[in-house]
């Protein structure tokens, strides 16, 4: 439910945009961002809380608050309270992502764990695969409102059966939950994104703007400081001790910021730009995640038998080269160029993602790779809520904001609309910005240290 919702979203934004009157910008981004933003700023607390109050109430409240989220979120009366009910989702969301994998490993025994992780991996897989094609489906016959709704059914049976059927946690971690250290990464983060987000559409001179940056350096300066002086913070820093950990994490970090603007902006260049219909955008989007979870299992595999380091990097210059392609299209590219463009962009993220992974967990011992792993999931999303928002703020500040408002008047037109050009230079903008933010997660990925063993 997750994986898919995250991508249905993503091809429905331009439908969502044109719904409620908005340009690509800082506004309808933050159908994606909100539900980021909450995500990162409370996985590692939800983990914790897991720990206090028991692993299966707390999946079985976090899956209730998906669900409730997502019938809201279908029933929104307005673009704020659209966003809002995103956020609830995404609370939701940080609850069951959080607790998921504990709960697999605790249910198998040791000679059955990794199968069962990697059925798990598989189903992700197949979500973010089929949410691309999906949501154009439902949004292009059904509305965009059931993109939201076709949740509710599957999360009610789910709450069900997790009442019925998961065992009560019979121990229960004791100390406390770092609810400060979980609202400075909130305001620090989403400061920063929106910041990002607004900066090209208002001024980023303007008041609220600089307010905004004001509020994100000085949330996270004092988060920075509550880490290292609270006795149980919200993240170990002895973790990042590691030079390891510490540029595999942030390898993992600009990884995403540079792929994550891919899916976001894709579908207007394919439905304002080229005037095609929901459904096709979302058919187009899906070989770049049909490609991570096919040669994700491959790439896991070499790293075991030629490192991790330089297969990391090498992936990241893949997509690298994917990303400044597709930087070079116009409104003539030909269906196979985009394609096998996307092809290439999800090949270096397969190829990069299981041994970085690998190099981040390996490089702790077993009793904290708990708290690793909450440092790899908070690493992904906030580099999936600061790519789309730098994207966005290069995509604006270089007119394509604007032009794919006048192209949404003048769906089809291509070469004909003077919108379209200024449309390519945004687009062109965001995707080079991209393509360094790629280029940063190979060398931080070469320059990490020795293999572990």
């Known amino acids: ?32 961002i909100g539900y980021l933003v909450v995500v990162a700023a409370l996985l590692l607390t939800a983990g914790r809380l897991s720990d206090v109050f028991g692993k299966g109430s707390t999946w079985g409240a976090g899956l209730a608050l998906f669900t409730v989220g997502s019938a809201l979120c279908g029933a929104a009366p307005s673009f704020g309270s659209l966003v809002a009910f995103r956020c609830l989702q995404g609370l939701g969301a940080a609850f069951v992502m959080a607790v998921s994998p504990a709960m ?45 709704y076709v949740n ?81 913070p919200i993240v170990d820093p002895g973790l990042f001790r590691n030079r390891t950990f510490a540029l595999a994490s942030v390898s993992l970090l600009f990884s995403f910021i540079a792929t994550a603007a891919v899916p976001v902006l894709m579908p207007f260049y394919f439905q304002h730009l080229r005037g095609w219909p929901v459904g096709r955008s979302g058919l187009l989007l899906t070989p770049l995640p049909v490609t991570v979870a096919l040669l994700s299992p491959l790439s896991g595999a070499l790293a075991d038998r030629v490192g991790t380091k330089r297969l990391a990097a090498a992936g990241m210059l893949v997509a690298g080269a994917g990303l400044a392609l597709l930087a070079r299209i116009d409104e003539t590219a030909s269906v196979l160029r985009l394609e096998v463009l996307l092809s290439v962009i999800g090949a270096g993220q397969a190829i990069f993602r299981p041994p ?48 794919a408002r006048t192209l949404e008047h003048s769906r089809g037109l291509g070469a004909a609309s003077a919108a379209a050009e200024p449309f390519l230079l945004g687009m062109r903008s965001a995707f080079f910005g991209c393509t360094v933010m790629a280029l940063a997660a190979a060398a931080a990925a070469l320059v990490r240290g020795r293999e572990q063993e």
Do not use: C
């Open 1 to 32: 439910m997750a994986t898919i919702d995250a991508s249905i979203v993503n091809v429905s934004l331009p439908v969502l945009a044109r719904h409620f009157g908005l340009p690509l910008g800082g506004a309808v981004e933050w159908v994606v």
């Open 152 to 232: 509710v059914p599957l999360g009610a049976a789910g709450v069900a059966a997790s009442t019925m059927l998961l065992p009560r946690d019979a121990k229960r971690a004791k100390g406390r939950v770092d609810w400060r250290g979980a609202a400075l990464l909130a305001i620090g983060l989403g400061g920063l994104t929106g910041t990002l987000s607004f900066g090209a559409e208002v001024g980023w001179t303007s008041a609220p703007v600089l307010f905004g940056a004001a509020a994100a350096t000085l949330a996270l300066a004092a988060l920075s400081r509550h880490i290292v002086s609270k006795p149980e």
């Open 104 to 148: 697999l490993v605790g249910a198998f025994p040791a000679e059955q764990r990794g199968r069962a992780l990697g059925l798990n991996a598989l189903v992700v897989g197949v979500g973010i695969s089929i949410g691309p094609t999906l949501g154009g489906i439902i949004t292009q016959h059904f509305g965009w409102r059931w993109i939201f």
């Open 356 to 403: 970085n992974n690998s190099a981040l967990m390996g490089a702790v011992s077993r009793d904290r790779q708990g708290a690793a792993a909450g440092v790899l999931a908070t690493a992904r999303v906030v580099g999936q809520s600061l790519g789309v928002a730098g994207a966005g703020a290069l995509f604006a500040t270089f007119g394509g904001a604007y032009a």
